[in-house]
């Protein structure tokens, strides 16, 4: 979970207690056993991801001052989605990037798809289980279009996007962790 504080003296003042810890680490703190506890750093046994979000949710208000909205998945979810692979169909290559955008609620109604944005060159072709998927074509300029923005404003919902292949790393590397702990 990263969280960037938009007020650069926010930052400043809290950027010892809130800082990014990357997944690996918050695996390797959990294998020793490890009780520090960060700004980013959550344990829970709790499997309901929406109740744990709104804990951190106010956790962070109360630390921050401010609202955050997070967005939460646990490994379950995601195994799930990359057993699901809603990318089977997509033809892929140095041509196409394919992401995922994790939405803080669903949207409502779930609008017709798939939604096209020419701009950036996004096609938003599925919308499932608090996600967006989204193929993502070079543009002329050579990139690749980013689709958070494109998604928020066109379901009205927070996102966070991910890539898909950093998605199964993700699951890979919880996958390979649970067999070095049995």
């Known amino acids: 979970m990263k969280i960037f504080p938009p007020d650069p003296k926010v930052w400043g003042e809290t950027h010892d207690q809130v800082r990014r810890i990357s997944p690996r680490d918050q ?97 938003l072709f599925e919308i499932k289980d608090g996600a967006a998927f989204i193929v993502s074509r070079r543009k002329q300029n050579g990139w690749f279009g980013f689709p958070n923005a494109f998604v928020e404003k066109e379901l009205g919902v927070v996102g966070t996007t991910r890539n898909w292949n950093t998605v199964n790393k993700i699951v890979h590397f919880a996958e390979a962790l649970r067999e070095r702990r049995k």
């Open 27 to 123: 695996c390797r703190r959990a294998e020793a056993d490890q009780d520090e506890r960060s700004g980013t750093d959550f344990r829970s046994k709790s499997t309901n991801s929406a109740a744990l979000s709104k804990k951190i949710e106010r956790t962070l208000q109360q630390a921050l001052g401010y609202e955050v909205t997070i967005i939460l998945r646990t490994i379950a979810e995601l195994e799930a989605l990359v057993r699901r692979d809603p990318f089977k169909k997509i033809k892929t290559g140095d041509q196409v990037m394919l992401f995922v955008v994790f939405l803080s609620n669903q949207t409502k109604p779930t609008p017709k798809l798939p939604l096209i944005s020419i701009k950036e060159n996004l096609e």
